[in-house]
T-cell receptor, first 111, second 117 residues
Framework: DVKVTQSSRYLVKRTGEKVFLECVQD?????MFWYRQDPGLGLRLIYFSYDVKMKEKGDIPEGYSVSREKKERFSLILESASTNQTSMYLC??????????FGPGTRLTVL | AQTVTQSQPEMSVQEAETVTLSCTYD???????LFWYKQPPSRQMILVIRQEAYKQQNATENRFSVNFQKAAKSFSLKISDSQLGDAAMYFCAYRSALRGATNKLIFGTGTLLAVQP
């Protein structure tokens, strides 16, 4: 079974803090994705990566950056957290053009 | 740009009954994939069913089937013999199949399905 894990299920941070969200997959997938899920807006793609050290902006990259130093790990970074970044963050991975497998999500609250 | 629309924010169905969730999409591409994902409360999102646009036959997975109308750009999900475990948020998603396209998914806003015992 493919397993995608995220470092925290719930996270509370203060405005201005630097926040790291970690995602790890165990199936040697090339592609990894970070989505943000908000009520009434569905899932929106923040960034994705198709290989180590490679990244591409998604639809809403502003205020975020990513890092992929190892194939199995994809980190989402909020350089200076703001209240409008309070959301559910979902990580996903896939092999080539196949099905995306999702992690359990991190519910981030920025106070 | 492609868009996916789910016009039903919430739906309800009685256990053992059938329910249909609607999805429409907009694209100028001829080759693409469509998906339905299920997100149970506090659990991970999983793929329910997928449809290749070049296939005329509607996809089926056990109690789940789709009605794919390419000309109308409609992709509805039918759940037969609904069970309590079907209660979840359902997302419709689109992915381009053009050469060079990435594996990006474009999601609708979701439909929250309640199953009444």
């Amino acid at each position: 079974d493919v397993k995608v894990t995220q470092s925290s299920r719930y996270l509370v941070k203060r405005t201005g803090e630097k926040v790291f969200l970690e995602c790890v997959q165990d199936m040697d997938h090339e592609n990894m994705f970070w989505y943000r899920q908000d009520p009434g807006l569905g899932l929106r793609l923040i960034y994705f990566s198709y290989d180590v050290k490679m990244k591409e902006k998604g639809d809403i990259p502003e205020g975020y950056s990513v890092s992929r130093e190892k194939k199995e790990r994809f980190s989402l970074i909020l350089e200076s957290a703001s209240t409008n970044q309070t959301s559910m963050y979902l990580c996903a991975s896939s092999r080539s053009y196949n099905e995306q497998f999702f992690g359990p999500g991190t519910r981030l609250t920025v106070l | 740009a492609q868009t996916v629309t789910q016009s039903q924010p919430e739906m309800s169905v009685q256990e053992a009954e059938t329910v249909t969730l609607s999805c429409t999409y907009d694209t100028s591409e001829s080759d693409y994939y469509l998906f339905w994902y299920k997100q149970p409360p506090s659990r991970q999102m999983i793929l329910v069913i997928r449809q290749e646009a070049y296939k005329q036959q509607n996809a089926t997975e056990n109690r789940f089937s789709v009605n794919f109308q390419k000309a109308a750009k409609s992709f509805s999900l039918k759940i037969s013999d609904s069970q309590l475990g079907d209660a979840a948020m359902y997302f419709c998603a689109y992915r381009s199949a053009l050469r060079g396209a990435t594996n990006k998914l474009i999601f609708g806003t979701g439909t929250l399905l309640a199953v009444q015992p």
